[in-house]
């Protein structure tokens, strides 16, 4: 099944602070992260929250040398740096439409052949979409739908308007 990519026809952007630093990651790869976004992975080296544990197990299982990775919404690319040591020989396309987020998933990528990063929104049908981006420490939460965070303590729809 074909998925298109589309570039974000707009974004809106929250403030925030955010410093960049250096991770080493627990397969032994280093990244550049953007903290306090990606705190975990400084001080763990990995992805806590549970289902990135989960998938990070997955992939390690199931993944195989040849293999073809989709990362979509990318972010700093951490899944992406996973999976192209595990499969090697094989090709990862990572995209991420966040401009700010895309910068640091390049700078992570560029060392890795087999890694092509896209600043793409990935969707199921072709058009144009809106993007959002939330401040460095909710960035993974970038998102082109924004009314699923509205139960969220830290989101607030006065940010947006």
């Known amino acids: 099944m074909y998925t298109p990519f589309f570039t974000a026809s707009y ?3 929250f403030p925030g602070k955010k ?3 250096g991770a080493l990651l627990f397969f032994g790869k280093e990244m550049r992260i953007a903290l306090p976004a990606s705190t975990d992975i400084y001080l763990t080296g990995g ?5 990135e544990t989960k ?6 299982r199931d993944l195989s040398t040849g293999s073809v990775f989709i990362d979509i919404g990318a ?3 951490y899944f992406s740096l996973l999976a192209a040591t595990i499969i ?11 401009e700010a987020a895309f910068g640091l998933l390049r700078q992570n990528t560029a060392g890795s052949p087999r890694i092509t990063a896209w600043q793409k929104a990935v969707a199921g049908n072709e058009g144009s979409i809106g993007f959002f981006e939330f401040d460095n420490l909710h960035s993974e939460f970038n998102s082109a739908s924004i009314g699923q965070f509205e139960g969220e303590g830290w989101f607030r729809r006065d940010a947006v308007l």
């Open 11 to 13: 974004s809106t952007r």
């Open 19 to 21: 410093r960049s630093c």
């Open 47 to 51: 992805k806590s929250h549970p289902s």
């Open 55 to 60: 998938l990070a197990r997955f992939l390690v």
């Open 75 to 77: 972010h700093y690319g």
């Open 88 to 98: 090697q020989e094989g090709i990862i396309h990572s995209f991420e439409p966040s």
